[in-house]
């Protein structure tokens, strides 16, 4: 296969797989999932989607955040991790939100970046998901998964985001970068991987990559 078809067998197998993407982090405005995703750096979905329903119960805009104290905020959240940095980031970025932007959530990647504790990652989360901005955020799951299907060096996740984006039509990045995540979590994870039931990468894969794979099943 060539790169040009590698790609579009990975186009067209992952919309067979999921024609209807779900988002993984449950909100219901650019706000609450601004809060969402900036909760869930290093954490998982599962346990932010626990946790958002008791927060949001309190304060589900920036107007009402900023009434409850950093340390409010940090008990709420303290099970999804990293709660003191995230606490202050939150109740810091409603602040600015209220002073800079009447309450709402800009849609600029630059002025998204700004805000505290907001990185490159979470910015493209919400300007795709909540404003429907072409963006290909990049994750743990689809950093692994460029390296396997051999798309990218995997040196670090900015080069990966550029190789993405170079590679997929910019049309498809936002249904791309989710459903590639959905994937990487049910058929190419990083432990109890099953190359066997991984499609693609046993399609398209980094020889390397599989040759490695068997080795070690191999070895066991």
């Keep these: 296969m060539t790169k040009a078809e590698k790609v579009q067998f990975v186009i067209d197998t992952?919309?067979?797989?999921?024609?209807?993407?779900?988002?993984?982090l449950d909100h219901k405005d650019p706000y609450t999932l601004l809060i969402a995703v900036l909760m869930s750096a290093q954490s998982t979905d599962v346990r932010v989607n626990q946790i958002t329903p008791l927060l949001f119960e309190k304060a589900d805009n920036p107007y009402d955040m900023v009434k409850l104290s950093v340390d409010e905020i940090r008990e709420i959240i303290k099970p999804v991790g990293l709660s003191p940095m995230k606490s202050k980031g939150i109740h810091g970025l409603s602040k600015i939100l209220i002073e800079k932007y009447n309450g709402e959530v800009p849609k600029d990647m630059e002025a998204l970046e700004t805000l505290p504790a907001v990185g490159h990652k979470t910015a493209s989360v919400v300007v795709s998901q909540a404003f429907d901005i072409p963006a290909f955020p990049?994750?743990?799951?689809?950093?692994?998964?460029?390296?396997?299907w051999g798309f990218s060096n995997g040196k670090n996740v900015v080069q990966t985001e550029r190789d993405a984006k170079r590679l997929f039509p910019e049309e498809k990045w936002n249904r791309l970068h989710l459903q590639i995540i959905w994937y990487a979590r049910q058929y190419s994870p990083a432990r109890g991987w099953n190359l066997d039931k991984d499609s693609i990468t046993k399609t398209i894969g980094r020889k390397t990559v599989i040759n490695e794979y068997y080795k070690l099943k191999k070895a066991r």
């Design 138 to 148: 990049v994750d743990t799951h689809i950093h692994r998964l460029m390296y396997r």
């Design 14 to 24: 992952l919309d067979g797989i999921y024609p209807e993407i779900p988002i993984p």
